[in-house]
């Protein structure tokens, strides 16, 4: 004899498992963009090095949100990636 009531619980039980091992991946919890802070110890530079460079063509790319200077995470990576000096 089979319990519906723990049948029917099942599929709702699933659904919030899928849920929840979704919201933990590593893709919906990273920020599409970060503060100068956090772009700074991506980088491994100072965030007062980000502001005196960020208009030259040596710094990272940024981004402006309204009067907010933000960064890509990605782009940081890339720019650090492009730093590296090879002889």
């Not at 590593?26 to 110890?41: F, S």
């Not at 981004?63 to 090879?86: D, M, T």
């Amino acid at each position: 004899m089979t319990d519906s009531y723990t049948d029917q619980g099942a599929a709702p039980i699933a659904e919030i498992e899928s849920y929840l091992a979704e919201a933990r991946s590593e893709d919906y919890l990273r920020p599409e963009v970060v503060t100068e802070k956090e772009a700074a110890q991506i980088a491994g530079v100072s965030v007062q090095w980000l502001r005196n460079n960020r208009k030259s063509p040596a710094a990272p790319p940024h981004c402006k949100i309204g009067s907010r200077v933000r960064y890509r995470p990605e782009s940081l990576r890339a720019w650090v990636r492009q730093q590296e000096v090879k002889y």
